[in-house]
């Protein structure tokens, strides 16, 4: 195959991947401004807790990076990561429901 055909093949293939990636976050985000606060906020939670268990090695260089610049050890360095992974799971779903809010409290004030 020419290098124009690979380079091509490999353009669709990024688009694919970035319509599948849209597609999840658009299906994520209708079902988190479809749940109550806590509910959204705690799922959020779970999904950055997955998401640590996922990417092992950037944890790990979390963890390092803990020790090394706040002079922690490595559990405690563990445990900073494991909470920081679960906070960014909650401020994402946050990000995601603030369009719905917005709506929602532009009913009741006047800017």
């Known amino acids: 195959m020419s290098d124009t055909l690979k380079e ?10 970035l319509n599948v990636q849209w597609a999840a976050l658009q299906t994520v985000r209708w079902i ?7 509910v959204a906020v705690a799922l959020g939670a779970f999904c950055g807790r997955l998401a640590r268990l996922v990417r092992k090695r950037r944890v790990d260089d979390a963890e390092v990076r803990c020790v090394s610049v706040l002079g922690v050890g490595p559990t ?6 494991k909470r920081s992974y679960a906070n960014m799971g909650r401020a994402a779903v946050e990000m995601l429901r603030l ?3 917005v709506k929602r409290i532009t009913r009741y004030a006047d800017f």
């Open 8 to 17: 091509s093949a490999e353009k669709r293939r990024r688009q694919r991947q």
């Open 32 to 38: 988190v401004t479809r749940l109550p606060q806590g």
């Open 76 to 81: 405690i360095a563990r445990r900073i990561v």
């Open 99 to 101: 369009p719905w809010l």
